[in-house]
């Protein structure tokens, strides 16, 4: 079996590829790539079922956690500014690739830093789980942060690398994010509950010990799922490899695309104030606050089956335009979150806006990534987006508190503007010539 990072002799060029999300088999694709390919897939669900569970802004340790904090007297912009924090080694993803590229660990470029990550983050939840206070634990949920966005870099380079091999980007992207949701939605219903039924910090520390054994797959599945061919550090291999990433770094397609990706994903975000709104204003239950994330990421897997079974051959630059106007229509359904059985359907709705969007997005970004930097590459297109994430949470935030006085609507509208915006900029991608 041949490794992640081995060349084929049927693999398409970069330049064949670029500007085309439609997945088509590969020409002249054997039994022993569709084999490789079928665990690759169980390998991502697996990865990103993790991803889903351990992510401590989105994970089962998200609503605890955001809860917890209020509960102890923290306003909406310091809970923000909190996960920001945790975002930072999202931000920095372009380090662990650039360190995956260049520097084979025992052999291996992706394997054996997925096994340290896997380590390091079920040990950081498992102490979580016996500390008590915000400063005691901030260190640790760092590490785990930083363990997440490595095995994320990581996959987003194997993604990249067999995505073009096989031109199936949009096929993997689909696959990773649909079984990221289930995670998501499992972790969300979970995580209400345990708010629901235990004191604040008894949910918090629950909430981390179930994190703390679900790397323990990942780290199975590497072992056992990850096919990486044994590579020797030498003079030729770091040079060429060099060579792709200064190529990169001149290259102004991807400078656009990064532009692009972080104006098209910065759009002042509601998340922390739709929380507190749904909790003050609202008085809907911790639980059913749970339950809404289970909604909005049931909402996100259907989009994923969506893409899989009628938009899997829409071009990139179709797609992108579909995306904006589900997101902006999503953005400004929220003006009609009144009871729970509305908060259900919207939070549904932006499920599904959100997924096309997320896949629109990065399978752009795997596309565009040169060879033997696909690491360093994607992953600083993903650190854009990330970076505009963190952005756009702390906008929305600001103004929430600042400038609309607690009032959730003017801001709603803000986002939805935001994201209508994006579409004036789809033509400086020129897509259809790429």
Request: some cysteine; overall charge neutral; aromatic content about 12%.
């Amino acid at each position: 079996m041949r490794g992640a990072g081995d060349d084929h002799n049927v693999r398409l060029s970069l330049s064949e590829n670029r500007g085309k999300s439609i997945d088509h088999p590969a020409p002249y694709r054997t039994a022993e790539d569709d084999r490789y390919i079928s665990r690759l897939m169980l390998f991502f669900a697996i990865v990103y079922v993790v991803e889903g569970i351990g992510q401590a802004r989105v994970g089962i340790i998200y609503q605890p956690l955001t809860y917890y904090l209020k509960e102890t007297g923290w306003t909406p912009v310091e809970v923000t500014a909190y996960f920001a924090i945790l975002n930072f080694p999202w931000i920095i993803k372009p380090v662990f690739g650039l360190v995956s590229d260049f520097v084979p660990l025992l052999g291996y470029r992706r394997k054996s830093y997925l096994i340290v990550s896997s380590l390091c983050a079920a040990a950081a939840y498992a102490w979580i789980a016996r500390l008590s206070e915000p400063s005691e634990f901030a260190l640790l949920l760092m590490l785990t942060s930083y363990a997440m966005a490595t095995a994320s870099t990581l996959c987003g380079a194997l993604l990249a690398e067999n995505g073009q091999s096989f031109r199936l980007s949009s096929t993997f992207v689909s696959q990773q994010w649909l079984w990221f949701y289930i995670a998501i939605m499992a972790s969300s219903f979970l995580g209400g509950a345990l708010v629901e039924h235990l004191p604040a910090l008894p949910a918090l520390q629950a909430a981390a010990g179930i994190a703390a054994v679900a790397p323990l797959a990942m780290l199975l599945a590497t072992l056992f799922l990850l096919s990486e061919k044994k590579v020797v550090v030498s003079r030729l291999e770091m040079r060429l490899t060099f060579q792709s990433i200064v190529s990169s770094l001149r290259s102004g397609k991807l400078y656009l695309v990064a532009f692009f990706l972080f104006l098209y994903c910065f759009a002042p975000g509601f998340g922390t104030p739709l929380y507190y709104f749904m909790t003050d204003e609202l008085k809907f239950s911790q639980a059913y606050i749970g339950i809404l994330g289970s909604i909005a990421s049931a909402g996100w897997i259907a989009g994923a089956l969506i893409h899989r079974w009628l938009l899997r051959r829409m071009n990139s630059e179709t797609l992108l335009y579909l995306s904006i106007v589900l997101g902006t229509l999503s953005a400004a359904s929220f003006l009609l979150l009144s009871d729970e059985v509305t908060a259900a359907i919207v939070n549904f709705a932006n499920g599904v806006a959100m997924m096309i969007a997320t896949i629109a997005s990065l399978t752009l970004a795997a596309d565009y990534c040169p060879r033997r930097s696909e690491g360093f590459a994607f992953a600083g297109l993903m650190s854009v987006t990330n970076l505009a994430e963190i952005c756009s949470n702390t906008a929305g935030a600001f103004l929430y508190e600042h400038l609309f006085d607690g009032r959730l609507g003017p801001l709603i509208v803000v986002s939805a503007a935001a994201t209508a915006a994006a579409a004036i900029l789809v033509p400086w991608l020129r897509l259809r010539s790429a």
